[in-house]
């Protein structure tokens, strides 16, 4: 039980169509980042926000965008979904920003299709 | 491409035995963190373990790291059917715009037979 949660677990979209992931994070953390991972591949850093504001972004197009509310929960939203971005979605949450030596905890993730 | 990869893909060992998984890097980092991942299902965080030390343990978990050779390992001693899974090692990088991101590589599949 890493005490961040998400939703939803399991989502079926149509190609064209936008999705909304949210993400609970762990009590006390005030860092968000989400991950991409395709089946067979390792996690892929989608972007990060720390105190709503964003703080890094891996190499994804603008379509997929996020924002972190003030209780620092968080939401992915990915808008003109392609088949390519089946994928289980991940989150994570820290305290201060992970990479200065904070373990960083991942939800279960959310599984979505697109067909 | 990758910044981390494990090494080997695949490792398939029976109850009792010893389980080693080795993660190589190419950039500096400032820590590496081992999960795990069960089919399916979200990452368990193992061990965390910072550029400046050298080793660390866990119950039946043993990871080294070596900054010079730019490698880490993971040891699973004793191994039982429930460690069967895919295991990862993810780097951090020293600073900048690339703090609090982590680098995963492909993950190594653990089967553990009864």
């Known amino acids: 039980e890493t005490g961040v949660t998400q939703s939803p677990t399991h989502l079926i979209k149509t190609r064209g169509q936008q999705v909304t992931l949210r993400c609970s994070s762990q009590?006390?953390?005030?860092?968000v980042s989400w991950y991409q991972q395709a089946l067979g591949q390792g996690p892929q850093f989608i972007f990060q926000?720390?105190?709503?504001?964003?703080?890094g972004r891996g190499n994804f197009p603008p379509r997929f965008s996020g924002l972190q509310f003030p209780n620092y929960s968080s939401e992915l939203n990915v808008n003109a979904l392609e088949l390519d971005d089946s994928a289980l979605y991940l989150c994570?949450?820290?305290?201060?920003?992970?990479?200065?030596?904070?373990?960083?905890?991942f939800g279960e993730g959310s599984w979505l299709t697109v067909v | 491409s990758q910044q981390g990869e494990e090494d080997p893909q695949a490792l398939s060992i029976q109850e009792g035995e010893n389980a080693t998984m080795n993660c190589s890097y190419k950039?500096?980092?400032?820590?590496l963190q081992w999960y795990r991942q069960n089919s399916g299902r979200g990452l368990v965080h193992l061990i965390l373990?910072?550029?400046?030390?050298r080793e660390k343990h866990s119950g039946r978990l043993r990871v080294t790291l070596d900054t010079s050779k730019k490698s880490s390992s993971l040891l699973i001693t004793a191994s039982r059917a429930a460690d069967t899974a895919s295991y990862f090692c993810?780097?951090?990088?020293?600073?900048?715009?690339?703090?609090?991101?982590?680098?995963f590589g492909r993950g190594t599949q653990l089967t553990v037979w009864p």
């Open positions: 373990i910072r550029s400046n030390e």
């Open positions: 926000y720390y105190r709503e504001e964003e703080n």
């Open positions: 994570a949450s820290s305290r201060g920003q992970g990479g200065d030596g904070n373990t960083i905890y």
């Open positions: 950039t500096s980092i400032n820590n």
């Open positions: 009590s006390g953390h005030n860092t």
């Open positions: 993810a780097t951090a990088l020293l600073g900048g715009s690339t703090l609090g991101r982590l680098y």
